[in-house]
Every structure is written in structure tokens, then in C-alpha cells.
């Protein structure tokens, strides 16, 4: 049977519709039980929350969605991905489905409020406002681990851009639950907003691009920077963390429990997704995705790029070669 266009076990469903009646999503994180009655009530929490979504037009990308590992793929564990801030869940849509072939169920929700049609560069209602920011992310964190905590196998989080600082305050409010966490351009500061980056998001969502052009990112990273940074400084609990940026690398130094490498600075911050740079050259796509997939699966560090000068950011290069030395 499908869910949300996807396939899962129709006796899963069952014992899903049973604990639905039963299941709410609690607002802090719990250790969850194990096994079978886990399982039923990681997908019975996910259907609730999926529901929420129900009366909202949303565009073509943004839907919440689970993407299950193949059926002939032993599954290992969960991965939640959260988008960046002006992006959706579409921003992980290659990602998930190369690691549905490793047996990893990818969980792509939607950052509060986002999502919405929006027509041409006109406002959009029911995003954050400073003055709900901090409790409307804070519940969405909450809803997110409440989700994940009753995954069996590996729990890996990760997130792109501002979607790493919200990733940051996930596990930050859920101790132990993560495995690894690994984040992409982590973004701490509002995003620039002028007339020319706003036309061209638009020729990107001309081009299948889901997402938003033109918005105050300012609430959002003024709220959640403190905490993110307090987390890098701190360590993400048991997780282990690996940082893939093209920015200054000061945000790591020193820290014995991440791991760090960087891009040249001409690879975009959305650096994962086809969807967001049509029509270019993603020559590093390739090896970021090898090196994602094994640090998701195996907990193996990005590969550096042996031989070459120091990225200035003053982190390692990233390898631009898929192919390991180890």
C-alpha cells in the first residue's frame, strides 16, 4: 500500500490505524520503547502530522514526505533532513532516494509556515514572526524527535543552510537520540535580501525550483543562531558531527567532536540539490553525495583532497573524487 506515494507494509498500516486512535505527539523527547509497537508508532505519529497539512495548498515540492528504503534492501535506519529556510523538502529529494539503496528511510518535513503557494514575489502568510519564532521552532523540534524517537535502527539527522541550525536545535533538545548528525553550509545569519537575488529565485522556480524567493530570514536566524552555536561549541550529545561548508571555518576550530572539510568557494550553498542550480556544472555532486551517504551509513568523514592547499576558509578541502584513499 502507498503512503503519501510511497510504499509501505500493509501490516504496518494496521497496527498504524490502531495506535493512531491512542497516539499523540508528546511535546518533550522520551526514551521510546523498542521493536514492532515502535515501529506502529513512529508511522502513527507521522500520519498525525501529516494530517495537520491537509487544508493547505502547497507547492509542488513542499509536501512532507517519507521516502522508504527499496523493498529488496534490508533497512538499517531513519535520516531526517531538514531544508533551508527558503528551500523544501524537494532540497533532499536525490539524497533520499540514493539512500532508500543503502536501507535508510528518509523523513523530509517542512520548516514551520513554509511551503505555501506563492504567487510570483507577493507575501506570504503564516511564516514565524519575531514574536512566535522561538515557540512555533521550538514546538516543530519537539514534534520532529517526538517522530524519530520511535524509529528503530540508526537515527541520523542532518540539514542545508538555516535548516542546519535547525537541525542543531533538534538534537540539542533531544539528548542521545541521533546517532550522527551531519549539516551542509551551516548558516547562522540572516540571508541577503535585494532585488536581483529575488528575480533570480524566481527564474529558478520558473525552472522547478519549490520554495520561497523573497522573505525575512532575520527572525528566524536571530532566534535559533544563539542555540545552534551553542550546540557546535558544546558537541551534539552522542552525535557524531561532520560540517560541509565553502565558509570561513573560525565555526569549528577546535572542535574535538566534528569533523570539517569545505567546497571552493563557487559551489552554492544548496550544494546537494539539482533542483536548486539548473543548468550547472554540480561537478562536486558526485563525490558530496559518496561522502554524504558514507558518513550517514558507516560514520565515515567526508574524504579530504590529499595533496592540495588548505580551502581559505582555512578547513580541508573536501576531495572532489568519489573514490576513497582509505
Given at each position: 500500500?502507498?503512503?503519501?506515494?510511497?510504499?509501505?507494509?500493509?501490516?504496518?498500516?494496521?497496527?498504524?490505524?490502531?495506535?493512531?486512535?491512542?497516539?499523540?505527539?508528546?511535546?518533550?523527547?522520551?526514551?521510546?520503547?523498542?521493536?514492532?509497537?515502535?515501529?506502529?508508532?513512529?508511522?502513527?505519529?507521522?500520519?498525525?502530522?501529516?494530517?495537520?497539512?491537509?487544508?493547505?495548498?502547497?507547492?509542488?515540492?513542499?509536501?512532507?514526505?517519507?521516502?522508504?528504503?527499496?523493498?529488496?534492501?534490508?533497512?538499517?535506519?531513519?535520516?531526517?533532513?531538514?531544508?533551508?529556510?527558503?528551500?523544501?523538502?524537494?532540497?533532499?529529494?536525490?539524497?533520499?532516494?540514493?539512500?532508500?539503496?543503502?536501507?535508510?528511510?528518509?523523513?523530509?518535513?517542512?520548516?514551520?509556515?513554509?511551503?505555501?503557494?506563492?504567487?510570483?514575489?507577493?507575501?506570504?502568510?503564516?511564516?514565524?514572526?519575531?514574536?512566535?519564532?522561538?515557540?512555533?521552532?521550538?514546538?516543530?523540534?519537539?514534534?520532529?524527535?517526538?517522530?524519530?524517537?520511535?524509529?528503530?535502527?540508526?537515527?541520523?539527522?542532518?540539514?542545508?543552510?538555516?535548516?542546519?541550525?535547525?537541525?542543531?536545535?533538534?538534537?540539542?533538545?533531544?539528548?542521545?537520540?541521533?546517532?550522527?548528525?551531519?549539516?551542509?553550509?551551516?548558516?547562522?545569519?540572516?540571508?541577503?535580501?535585494?532585488?536581483?537575488?529575488?528575480?533570480?529565485?524566481?527564474?529558478?522556480?520558473?525552472?522547478?525550483?519549490?520554495?520561497?524567493?523573497?522573505?525575512?530570514?532575520?527572525?528566524?536566524?536571530?532566534?535559533?543562531?544563539?542555540?545552534?552555536?551553542?550546540?557546535?561549541?558544546?558537541?551534539?550529545?552522542?552525535?557524531?558531527?561532520?560540517?560541509?561548508?565553502?565558509?570561513?571555518?573560525?565555526?569549528?576550530?577546535?572542535?574535538?567532536?566534528?569533523?570539517?572539510?569545505?567546497?571552493?568557494?563557487?559551489?552554492?550553498?544548496?550544494?546537494?540539490?539539482?533542483?536548486?542550480?539548473?543548468?550547472?556544472?554540480?561537478?562536486?555532486?558526485?563525490?558530496?553525495?559518496?561522502?554524504?551517504?558514507?558518513?550517514?551509513?558507516?560514520?565515515?568523514?567526508?574524504?579530504?583532497?590529499?595533496?592540495?592547499?588548505m580551502n581559505p576558509s582555512g578547513l580541508?578541502?573536501?576531495?572532489?573524487?568519489?573514490?576513497?584513499?582509505?
Amino acid at each position: 500500500m502507498l503512503l503519501n506515494g510511497r510504499t509501505v507494509p500493509f501490516i504496518v498500516l494496521i497496527v498504524t490505524g490502531f495506535v493512531v486512535s491512542c497516539s499523540t505527539i508528546e511535546p518533550r523527547f522520551a526514551p521510546p520503547p523498542s521493536g514492532a509497537e515502535a515501529t506502529a508508532v513512529f508511522y502513527a505519529r507521522w500520519v498525525d502530522w501529516l494530517g495537520r497539512f491537509d487544508a493547505t495548498v502547497l507547492q509542488d515540492g513542499c509536501r512532507p514526505a517519507l521516502i522508504e528504503p527499496r523493498p529488496d534492501v534490508p533497512y538499517r535506519g531513519t535520516v531526517v533532513l531538514v531544508h533551508d529556510i527558503t528551500a523544501c523538502p524537494q532540497q533532499f529529494f536525490e539524497l533520499a532516494d540514493l539512500l532508500a539503496l543503502r536501507g535508510y528511510r528518509s523523513f523530509l518535513p517542512l520548516l514551520p509556515g513554509h511551503g505555501r503557494v506563492q504567487p510570483g514575489a507577493g507575501r506570504v502568510g503564516g511564516l514565524p514572526t519575531a514574536r512566535d519564532v522561538r515557540r512555533r521552532y521550538e514546538a516543530f523540534a519537539a514534534v520532529i524527535s517526538g517522530i524519530m524517537a520511535y524509529a528503530p535502527g540508526d537515527r541520523v539527522i542532518g540539514g542545508n543552510g538555516a535548516g542546519a541550525a535547525v537541525s542543531l536545535m533538534i538534537n540539542g533538545g533531544a539528548p542521545g537520540l541521533y546517532d550522527r548528525h551531519i549539516v551542509w553550509s551551516p548558516s547562522f545569519t540572516p540571508g541577503e535580501r535585494t532585488a536581483e537575488a529575488t528575480r533570480a529565485c524566481l527564474r529558478l522556480r520558473a525552472r522547478g525550483r519549490a520554495g520561497y524567493c523573497d522573505i525575512d530570514t532575520a527572525p528566524v536566524m536571530t532566534a535559533l543562531a544563539p542555540r545552534a552555536e551553542q550546540m557546535l561549541r558544546d558537541g551534539p550529545g552522542k552525535a557524531r558531527l561532520q560540517i560541509v561548508t565553502t565558509a570561513p571555518g573560525t565555526m569549528v576550530a577546535g572542535m574535538d567532536h566534528a569533523v570539517a572539510c569545505a567546497y571552493p568557494a563557487e559551489v552554492p550553498p544548496s550544494m546537494l540539490s539539482v533542483f536548486d542550480n539548473p543548468g550547472v556544472d554540480m561537478y562536486w555532486l558526485d563525490s558530496l553525495l559518496s561522502g554524504t551517504i558514507d558518513f550517514i551509513v558507516d560514520g565515515l568523514p567526508l574524504p579530504i583532497g590529499f595533496g592540495r592547499n588548505m580551502n581559505p576558509s582555512g578547513l580541508p578541502e573536501c576531495a572532489l573524487s568519489a573514490e576513497r584513499a582509505d
